[in-house]
């Protein structure tokens, strides 16, 4: 057996530990914060977390991608994590970056801080299905 999907395991798991950490603690912290405090710290957090968040969604689908693409036959579970994955990359693009956008240019608007917090949620779900769905993969091959 091949050591990428051990790699792709490895992956989602960082995800999963790195979105969870997000959602209970970073996201919900940004309501606590001050607005002139917020609007220094949101352009910190977003620039540090993306050296973090960026090569490890990259090296997912490029890896999920990959071993789509090269079987000689499809298994269900690793095109449903790829299609998670894909969908995941979608929300963040079109959903979650526009709403840090905000926060960046209304850091006292209370309202898009919660929409961060609830929609977030979706991610959580996810980034857990799609290691879910690679735990069994791995488990079965």
């Known amino acids: 057996m091949s050591i990428l999907p051990l790699i792709q ?22 309501l606590r914060y001050e ?16 050296v973090i968040v960026a090569p490890l969604m990259m090296a997912q689908i490029a890896l999920a991608g990959f071993l789509v693409i090269t079987r000689t036959s499809y298994n269900s579970l690793e095109i449903l994590a790829l ?3 894909i969908l995941n990359w ?4 079109f959903v979650f970056i526009p709403l840090h956008q905000k926060i960046d240019v209304q850091p006292a608007d209370r309202n898009v801080q919660r929409r961060l917090v609830q929609s ?22």
């Open 120 to 141: 977030n949620w979706i991610r959580v779900v996810l980034f857990c299905l799609t290691f879910v769905c690679h735990v069994f993969y791995y488990l079965a091959f």
């Open 35 to 50: 607005s002139h405090s917020l609007e220094k710290w949101h352009l910190t957090y977003t620039g540090r977390i993306t």
């Open 9 to 30: 395991l490895l992956i989602d798991f960082g995800l999963v530990v790195l979105i969870w950490m997000v959602q209970l603690i970073i996201y919900p912290s940004f």
């Open 83 to 85: 299609g998670l994955i």
């Open 90 to 93: 979608l929300l963040t693009f």
